[in-house]
T-cell receptor, first 114, second 115 residues
Framework: SQKIEQNSEALNIQEGKTATLTCNYT??????LQWYRQDPGRGPVFLLL?????KEKRKERLKVTFDTTLKQSLFHITASQPADSATYLC?????????????FGSGTRLQVQP | DAGVIQSPRHEVTEMGQEVTLRCKPI?????LFWYRQTMMRGLELLIY????????DSGMPEDRFSAKMPNASFSTLKIQPSEPRDSAVYFC?????????????FGPGTRLLVL
């Protein structure tokens, strides 16, 4: 069965360091992979989308990589700030499963210490 | 644009009562999605619509749940009768484009507590 795995343990890092979050998946061949940010009491907010033929995407301090061989995406936040503290969700499309909509991982909580 | 609007923001009800959640998508968006989020199961897709037509309702838990989209600017998710295990945060999201996998814009959610 299809599975999306994100580290359920919170990631604690010091301000200014690079945060790296991992999204692994099995039994999917997604055409898209997206990352969302969710703050407590709010809905997820879109950050980045990367396509299967793209290896890397950047937006300001954010960088996403997509390795379709390893079935893994890495999400990096450079020069992290306390304001980056939130839960980060990865989402995959399910075109190859016949379910043409996004499936979300359970998310990883990031805590940036000042 | 005001973004996706959901109401109510909070709902507390007793088991057996009918609950209706409402959503107004972003104007011009073709797709509307209903999700449920709990600590145990994360963010689950319940149903989605394309141009007001339900496309995939395989995530709807059971017959107690129903969703409608009578026009492009309004959708409802109804639970009748409600049960304590329905307690969760329910999100509505919308997107534009030719595919349902495109970037989604979420509303603030409705926090439902069934006693």
């Amino acid at each position: 069965s299809q599975k999306i795995e994100q580290n359920s343990e919170a990631l604690n890092i010091q301000e200014g360091k690079t945060a790296t979050l991992t999204c692994n998946y099995t039994n999917y061949s997604p055409a898209y992979l997206q990352w969302y940010r969710q703050d407590p009491g709010r809905g997820p907010v879109f950050l980045l989308l990367i396509r299967e033929n793209e290896k890397e995407k950047r937006k300001e301090r954010l960088k996403v990589t997509f390795d379709t061989t390893l079935k893994q995406s890495l999400f990096h936040i450079t020069a992290s700030q306390p304001a980056d503290s939130a839960t980060y969700l990865c989402a995959l499309d399910g075109m190859d499963t016949g379910r043409r909509a996004l499936t979300f991982g359970s998310g990883t909580r990031l805590q940036v210490q000042p | 644009d005001a973004g996706v609007i959901q109401s109510p923001r909070h709902e507390v009800t007793e088991m057996g009562q009918e609950v209706t959640l409402r959503c107004k998508p972003i104007s011009g968006h073709d797709y509307l999605f209903w999700y449920r989020q709990t600590m145990m199961r994360g963010l689950e897709l319940l149903i989605y619509f394309n141009n007001n037509v339900p496309i995939d309702d395989s995530g709807m838990p059971e017959d107690r749940f129903s969703a409608k989209m009578p026009n492009a600017s309004f959708s409802t998710l109804k639970i009748q009768p409600s049960e304590p295990r329905d307690s969760a945060v329910y999100f509505c999201a919308s997107s534009s484009g030719s595919l349902p996998q495109e970037t989604q814009y979420f509303g603030p959610g409705t926090r439902l507590l069934v006693l």
